[in-house]
């Protein structure tokens, strides 16, 4: 089992930054796939971010360029940059972990981001 914890979701103006960590539980972190995905109000859950254990990267056509994904395997943590944010960007953003052997996905509760106008 992984449990997931997010937190640095809040109110920003568009243009600003804002940086999401995620905190995980379980012995089995460093093997997972950590992702940040999103859910704005009416729209589908999307990937913003992912990165492997061994660090290799993926984003979302939406935010490429506007954020960063990085991973502490020692301190079970995953933090999400983001900069010029948009108006677009609000949405719950939610915290993933994928263990390729069996294919399991947890999340976390998931953070608000409000990017205001």
């Known amino acids: 089992q992984v449990q997931l914890v997010e937190s640095g979701g809040g109110l920003v103006q568009s243009g600003g930054s804002l940086r999401l960590s995620c905190a995980a539980s379980g012995t089995i972190f460093s093997r997972a796939t950590m992702g940040w995905y999103r859910q704005a109000p009416g729209k589908g859950r999307e990937l913003v971010a992912q990165?492997?254990?061994?660090?290799?990267?993926n984003y979302g056509d939406s935010v490429k360029g506007r954020c960063t994904i990085s991973r502490d395997n020692a301190k079970k943590t995953v933090t999400l940059q983001m900069n010029s944010l948009k108006p677009e960007d609000t949405a719950v953003y939610y915290c993933?972990?994928?263990?390729?052997?069996?294919?399991?996905?947890?999340w976390g509760r998931g953070t608000q981001v409000t990017v205001g106008s």
């Open positions: 993933n972990a994928f263990i390729v052997e069996g294919g399991m996905h947890f």
């Open positions: 990165i492997t254990g061994g660090g290799t990267t």
